[in-house]
């Protein structure tokens, strides 16, 4: 599947923590919105914008469509 819009999208980072939250948002205030609501006492993050490259996101989607080949659930 190709696509071509290059719309950034944008992805939480907790702070200690080395990969990318795995939930991709379409606009930082709503990435910020999540952030805020799942943080914990202390915890701190950083929003990021990522584009279609985005290394977090293709991950996520080659073990989806992986796992569904399989349809074994
Ligand atoms: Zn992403």
Redesign the pocket.
């Given at each position: 599947m190709e696509r071509t819009d290059e719309k950034p999208?944008y992805?939480i980072r907790w702070s200690g923590r080395t990969a990318?939250d795995w939930e991709?948002f379409a606009t930082r205030a709503e990435a910020e919105a999540n952030a805020n609501q799942l943080r914990r006492r202390g915890e701190t993050y950083t929003i990021e914008e990522?584009n279609q490259s985005?290394p977090?996101?293709r991950d996520a989607m080659k073990v989806k469509s992986a796992s569904s080949n399989e349809a074994s659930v």
């Open positions: 999208h992805h990318l991709s990522h985005c977090r996101c």
